[in-house]
């Protein structure tokens, strides 16, 4: 059966007092676009999946290099779609690497499963130990609004951050099989179907941990279960809901909290 493929490859370096492209490679399905920043904000870099989503088979591939010195953030241009699979495992790896006080905000948007979907993603990072790292990413198990229940999919999420050579966070997630009946549980997601993971990782980042959980203690009320812990300059927030709605617009108040305005095709 045909599959989808892409890869793209994006380096940003210092000139004087601006951060901007050094290389910039687009293969098959895979785009890389660069709106015009607003003012006093860092450079943008857009990725887009022209095959509409993934689906079993498919194998998407992205490099990232932040060069010493620059200041950039890499997003999405909308929730990332999984499809139901006839056959195979679609992945999608990201590698990224952060020079010497280089500064990279990695802010995709939600990737939605749908039932009989099976999605290897994963996420490596080296960054020197005088960078600066927000990352983020979330997944949502079908479409609330379309009355859509995840039975049963496939999902391995992987996180590796080395940072200064050494390894500071290793995150691993796995569903195979009927994931509504495990998130129902109360000791796995006691009914959520969306959850987002947010990793700092910079000089004195955990100086961000009462601010963090003040934030975070206002999304109670709106359905959204969250947590954060901090240590030697790594701050990590956990989210979960049942309703994905009120989870992206929790994330988007913790995120602006963090950084300041979300690139703009957060808002559409």
């Not at 892409?6 to 901007?20: E, I, Y």
């Not at 009946?181 to 990782?201: D, N, Y």
């Amino acid at each position: 059966m045909q599959r989808a493929h892409g890869v793209g490859r994006l380096s940003f370096v210092r000139r004087g007092a601006d951060t901007v492209i050094r290389d910039c490679y687009q293969e098959a399905g895979l785009r890389i676009r660069m709106p015009r920043p607003g003012p006093a904000m860092p450079v943008e870099a857009v990725i887009i999946n022209t095959a509409g989503g993934l689906t079993g088979g498919d194998r998407f591939s992205l490099e990232i290099v932040a060069g010493e010195g620059t200041r950039a953030v890499v997003t999405g241009q909308a929730a990332e779609k999984v499809y139901r699979s006839s056959g195979g495992v679609g992945s999608f790896r990201t590698h990224i690497v952060l020079g010497e006080a280089a500064s990279l905000d990695w802010l995709p948007q939600e990737a939605i499963l749908f039932d009989g979907s099976a999605l290897d993603r994963r996420l490596d990072i080296e960054m020197a130990a005088s960078a600066h790292l927000l990352a983020v990413e979330s997944v949502v198990f079908g479409r609330l609004a379309r009355g859509e229940s995840v039975e049963s999919a496939f999902l391995f999420e992987r996180w590796r951050i080395r940072r200064g050579g050494r390894l500071v966070y290793a995150e691993g997630l796995r569903f195979d099989g009927p994931v509504a009946a495990r998130l129902a549980a109360r000791a796995a997601g006691a009914g959520a179907i969306a959850a987002a993971s947010v990793v700092v990782v910079s000089p004195g980042a955990e100086d961000l941990i009462d601010a963090t959980r003040d934030r975070l203690a206002g999304l109670d009320a709106t359905g959204v279960e969250a947590g954060a812990s901090a240590f030697d300059g790594l701050v990590s927030i956990r989210l979960l809901s049942a309703d994905p709605f009120a989870l992206r617009r929790g994330l988007v108040q913790l995120l602006e909290m963090l950084r300041g305005p979300l690139p703009r095709v957060w808002s559409c």
